[in-house]
């Protein structure tokens, strides 16, 4: 066995480094007044400028609401999420706004509905 056998992936290295509020804003292009307004507002969880390292669910929630207020901006905000519960740590990837009901839907049920359908 070589010492390089045991050598962590790097993708496993990635889970293990804690994300900066900063290092989720500028994924996303957002300064960051943004996450502070969205705390100030009762929308995020936590206060940014009080957290230096976030927890998994915290980044994931950070990285829903940015992604949200990225496309609808921070006026909208507030009416796209009505129907879900805080704290908001839900995937990007899983979940699709559908505009006629003004609600998100899961993907995988979406997609469920739209095969039956057929």
Do not use: W
Not at 5 to 34: F, I, K, M, N, T
Not at 44 to 67: H, I, K, M, R, Y
């Amino acid at each position: 066995m070589t010492v390089e056998s045991v050598r962590v992936p790097a993708a496993q290295l990635a889970l293990l480094q804690p994300y900066r509020v900063d290092h989720v804003l500028e994924r996303h292009g957002q300064a960051r007044y943004v996450a502070e307004n969205l705390f100030y507002r009762g929308i995020l969880s936590f206060d940014p400028n009080e957290v230096f390292q976030l927890t998994p669910a915290q980044e994931v929630e950070l990285d829903f609401l940015c992604g949200i207020a990225k496309v609808i901006g921070l006026r909208g905000i507030e009416g796209v999420l009505d129907g879900l519960e805080r704290p908001y740590a839900f995937p990007l990837s899983e979940l699709v706004f559908d505009f006629t009901t003004g609600s998100f839907v899961v993907r995988a049920e979406l997609a469920a509905e739209v095969h039956d359908a057929a």
